[in-house]
């Protein structure tokens, strides 16, 4: 019955087969597996199984290493049993001869060993597999144990772990402080990957404490791969965390020290040792990896120490690679040090640019475009030194500027002032250089804060700026070389900070030359020019270097001047940066310009000057900039008298239209006296035209020529005024008749006044205007205020160009009786004239006249014979000796059409006509009589002359016409237009029987009564 049971149980090969890997407990390895006999089975079946649970997993190991023991036994005595022939103390040649054969024969036995006995091979293989595995569980217990604790929520460890299950029993149980923490990989994967890949991870995800138990067990296996593992230590770590798993290097050997391990056995087993593995090898046995294992990981290795130089060059790539990656300086910084702590050569410069830079990015002032900045050592070692101090100042503030740059750019200076040392190169003016040049580019309010830090009453130690005649220079350059315009209160901030030296009050003509020298060279160095458009600070700081002490101080008294007046310059909206006082220090000119800018863009200021103690209060600062006429003055009009100021101030003020508060302030204490009557006159008028010049509508009642024409009654009433206001009328109304300049595009008051002869503006308004001929008191109340009052020949001939307007116009009448005005103010001028008809004016006047009245008299489309024959009687009467015979041509012919009209007339009309031509042969004859009379006594006068053409006439009034500023066609040409060119075309045949034609005027003339004025000539 029993046997039958026992034969019915399972085998225990078969139940340890069918478990898996969770299932297996320590009842299973103590019922199970250890029962079996068969060693090499057993040992296959430990080494074939890796489990989580560290318990059990150690039982089997345990149990495979007991299994595998004597069978490592006897091959160590195999190999023990090999005695060397020779006994010695191995130091000579032979000696060493009889160790290598000794070894040789060991090995040989071995292997023949291992071919004889198979099953102990594989047992020796499997010990060594155990071995290690047992060696990794427990650096992984080790490593649970340096692990953080688990959170409360986390699973519990089980009792048997706490109770450390294969301590040594003869031990009281170990009391833990702490529960061990949760294990950074699980102990399957801890087993089956190669230590330098579980290296490579802790680095990786930074568990630093299990790196350090991994190299501190394990060192003979991770010594070559030591800088691929440091290398996946992630960039941002901090040395501090993991600074003794760092390379160190021994100062005497300048080698890279080496840790020394410590593994869990002291000794290492017989199946570990090379010559086991390479007789394994030999004899055949197979030697592949247990289920589950992976290959180990190629990583790049270095089995010895580097040099310090190498080290040294491992560091700075690190650090790089923080930098780079990263941008935390920190963490750079802190590697750095470490490695200089460790005895690193090469590092100090590197080291103290780090800190450098971590001052710039951690301690300097920082902008909202910082934060995306990376330094990297690359960069910062390209920057010049003044790019670095820019850097370190870019965000600083007036407030905090000064208290930044002796944190941050001293230490800077010194570094470099020691590096230049170091290198052989002293050079101590470096700090000093580079903080001026950055003085010299930086913003106003910079400065005036470093100036304030810098005053001559702070002690020593605390000032920025410690020389003060450099203080001085710096001030000048920076001012000088300043183009701000309403910076004034900042730069006042900065020579209120500026020292102050004991210096002679009397100056001597040497020291007053060698000042005006000294600014006279300064204002041709400011001067732009083709070498240098614009000189910079730095080049001023240049002309004030070599100036001495007393020099110094005369400029500054004069950039006090200048700030004064510069402030009162930028008071009324006409600033100028401080180097035009230089410039203009000797130049009449630019200094007027802005005395008229000044006074003339007071209303551009944000406070109009609406009063009159507005006005004085710019009067008295204007006379303020003119200085007091003292040689040393260097105030902005220093070149400019009171009486031009003055006038300067009176222009600007017509100029703003204040016209009622220019008459108040002529008779206010300011200004009473100081302008004679003839100066503003002068002032006003040239202030008139200015605003006449810049209107654009000639109506005087409103914009600019408004203001012209006010601006007249400033003064007292003089001709001039007069004149100039009735110009202004005139321009007025020349306007309102809507002549254009071009086509759609209105007359300009300018275009009026630069026309030169302004008659024909008179012509063009008559062209333009159908009915302004009929207005003559209008016209010549015009030709009067175009300036023209008094010239008799103007309005002799303003009358010529209304007749000439009404003909074209066949308004005949108001031609007629526009000639009759004409013919009489000719006579009045005549007989008003001491010189009678030698003066030119009369004779301009009277062949304008007889012009006027010939054409008209002679024109076919006037209807009234008798007013034509009076017109070509007055033409007789003015016209020259040598144009009668064109003017009796005309009057024959028209003589001949009258009496045909007569002729007609009687016969029609019988005893009605009869009364009518008795009546028009009286008044003919009346006015026959005033002719012949007038003809008379002047042929008694003068001898006749009879030209052989007859076409002068016509030729003579083209002449005179050409200078009378009228259009002769209105609706196409005129009558005498059309008679000259039919004098024109028949001129050879009139030069044929012009005498002819003369002898019949004169029987004509005869005919009537007026014959004895021809003499004996006519048949």
């Known amino acids: 019955m029993s046997t039958a049971t026992t034969s019915s149980a399972p085998d225990p090969p078969a139940q340890w087969t069918a478990l898996s890997d969770e299932e297996i407990s320590l009842d299973n390895v103590e019922t199970l597996l250890n029962p079996i006999s068969d060693d090499l089975w057993v040992s296959a079946a430990c080494v074939d199984r890796i489990l989580d649970d560290a318990t059990v997993q150690k039982a089997l190991l345990d149990l495979g290493a007991e299994r595998t023991s004597a069978a490592a036994q006897r091959a160590r005595i195999t190999a023990a049993r090999v005695v060397s022939p020779v006994s010695g103390d191995g130091e000579g040649e032979e000696d060493q001869e009889a160790g290598a054969t000794s070894e040789q024969t060991r090995h040989a036995s071995l292997v023949s060993y291992f071919s004889d006995e198979p099953v102990d091979a594989q047992l020796c293989r499997i010990r060594a597999v155990l071995l290690e595995r047992l060696d990794r569980l427990n650096t992984w217990v080790e490593v649970c144990r340096e692990a953080p604790a688990e959170d409360e929520s986390e699973e519990t460890i089980d009792a048997e772990w706490e109770d450390d299950p294969w ?37 990786s995800q930074e568990y630093f404490a299990a790196l350090r138990i991994l190299l501190q067990r394990h060192g003979g296996v991770l010594w070559p791969v030591r800088f691929a593992i440091l290398d996946c230590i992630p960039e941002y770590a901090l040395a501090s965390d993991y600074r003794d798993l760092l390379p160190a290097c021994d100062a005497s050997l300048g080698l890279e020290l080496r840790p020394q391990p410590n593994p869990w056995r002291d000794e290492p087993d017989f199946t570990e040792s090379p010559e086991y593995a390479s007789a394994l090898k030999e004899c055949g046995v197979p030697f592949a990896l247990s289920p589950g294992e992976r290959p180990p990981v190629h990583l790049p290795s270095t089995c010895e120490p580097l040099t310090g130089s190498e080290l040294s060059t491992w560091y700075l790539r690190r650090m790089d690679r923080v930098l780079s990656s990263t941008g935390n300086v920190d963490a750079a910084l802190a590697l750095i040090q470490h490695a200089a702590s460790q005895g690193i050569p090469g590092l100090d410069e590197s080291g103290e640019e780090l800190s450098l830079i971590a001052r710039l990015v951690y301690d300097a002032p920082q902008g909202e475009e910082s934060a995306a900045e990376d330094w990297s050592l690359e960069k910062w070692r390209s920057m010049e030194p003044a790019d670095v101090i820019r850097a370190y100042l870019a965000h600083s503030m007036e407030e905090t500027v000064a208290s930044d740059i002796q944190k941050l750019v001293m230490p800077y200076l010194f570094v470099l002032e020691s590096r230049a040392e170091r290198a052989g190169n002293p050079d101590p003016s470096l700090p000093t250089r580079l903080l001026y040049d950055y003085i010299l580019s930086a913003p106003l309010g910079i400065v005036a804060a470093i100036f304030e830090a810098s005053k001559p009453t702070l002690p020593q130690g605390q000032r920025v700026i410690k020389d003060d005649e450099d203080m001085a220079r710096l001030a000048l350059a920076c ?65 004030f270097k070599p100036l001495p002490m007393t020099s110094l101080s005369k400029a500054l008294d004069v950039l006090d001047v200048h700030l004064e007046s510069g402030e009162i310059l930028a008071r009324w909206s006409v600033p100028a940066p401080l180097r035009w006082f230089l410039q203009s220090n000797a130049n009449n000119a630019e200094q007027r310009s802005r005395a008229n800018r000044m006074a003339r863009r007071a209303n551009a200021a944000d406070d109009k000057l609406d009063t009159q103690e507005d006005w004085e209060w710019l009067l008295e600062d204007m006379l303020k900039l003119a200085g007091s006429g003292e040689p040393g003055s260097r105030s902005a009009f220093c070149l400019l008298s009171r009486d031009n100021i003055i006038r300067i101030f009176f222009s600007g003020l017509l100029s703003t239209g204040n016209f009622d508060i220019a008459k108040d302030l002529l008779h206010s204490p300011s200004l009473q006296g100081s302008l004679d009557h003839q100066v503003i006159e002068d002032i006003c008028l040239t202030c008139s035209q200015e605003f006449y010049d810049n209107a654009t509508s000639g109506n005087y009642h409103f914009g600019d020529m408004k203001l012209a024409y006010d601006c007249l009654d400033v003064p007292d009433p003089s001709d ?118 030698e003066d030119p004016s009369i004779q301009e006047a009277s062949e304008v006249c007889w012009l006027t009245c010939f054409q008209l008299g002679r024109h076919p489309e006037f209807p009234d014979v008798q007013k034509k024959l009076v017109l070509l009687g007055r033409a007789l009467e003015f016209c020259p000796a040598e144009k009668l015979p064109d003017i009796l041509s005309s009057w024959r012919a028209l003589e001949e059409e009258d009496v045909a009209e007569r002729r007609e007339a009687l016969a029609a009309r019988k005893h009605g006509t009869r009364r009518v031509r008795a ?33 002068f006439a016509n030729e003579a009034f083209h002449r005179v016409a050409a200078n009378i500023p009228f259009s002769l066609g209105g609706r196409g040409r005129s009558y005498l237009s059309e008679t000259s060119d039919r004098s024109r075309s028949g001129s050879r045949t009139r030069a044929a029987d012009g005498a002819h034609v003369v002898s019949e005027q004169a029987s004509r003339v005869l005919q009537k009564g007026i014959g004895w004025l021809l003499g004996a000539d006519d048949e």
């Not at 089956?192 to 579980?198: A, G, H």
């Not at 071009?742 to 302004?758: A, N, Q, V, W």
């Not at 026959?928 to 003068?942: I, P």
């Open 720 to 837: 001039r005024i007069v004149q100039e206001k009735e110009f202004i009328e005139a321009t007025s109304r020349l306007c309102s008749f809507n002549l254009m300049s071009r086509p759609g595009i209105p007359i300009s008051p300018i275009e009026i006044r630069l026309t030169k002869d302004r008659l024909s503006l008179v012509s063009r308004v008559l062209s333009s205007n159908n009915d302004a001929y009929k207005h003559t008191e209008v016209m010549l109340d015009l030709v009067h205020k175009l300036g023209f009052r008094g010239d008799i020949v103007a309005e002799v001939k303003t009358l010529a160009m209304l007749a000439e307007t009404a003909l074209q116009m066949d308004d005949f009448t108001r031609a007629y009786e526009t000639s009759e005005t004409m013919v009489n103010t000719v006579l009045l001028l005549r007989s008003s004239s001491s010189l009678g008809s």
């Open 167 to 203: 301590a040594d029993e003869s031990a009281p149980p170990a009391q833990p402080a702490s529960k061990p923490g949760k294990a950074p990989i699980p102990l399957s994967d801890f087993l089956t990957t190669s230590l330098e890949e579980t290296a490579c991870l802790f680095a």
């Open 919 to 951: 009546r028009r042969e009286r008044v003919s004859g009346v006015d026959a009589a005033a002719v012949a009379s007038s003809l008379a006594s002047r042929l008694h006068n003068m001898q006749m002359h009879i030209p052989a053409s007859p076409n």
């Open 479 to 543: 001012l000088y070389g300043n183009e701000s315009l309403d910076q004034w209160p900042m730069m006042s901030r900065i020579f209120e900070c500026l020292p102050a030296w004991d210096t002679p009050e009397d100056e001597d003509e040497d020291e007053a030359d060698e000042t005006d020298t000294t600014i006279a060279s300064l204002g041709d160095f400011v001067t732009p020019s083709t070498s240098r458009p614009r000189a910079t600070p730095s080049d001023l700081l240049l002309f």
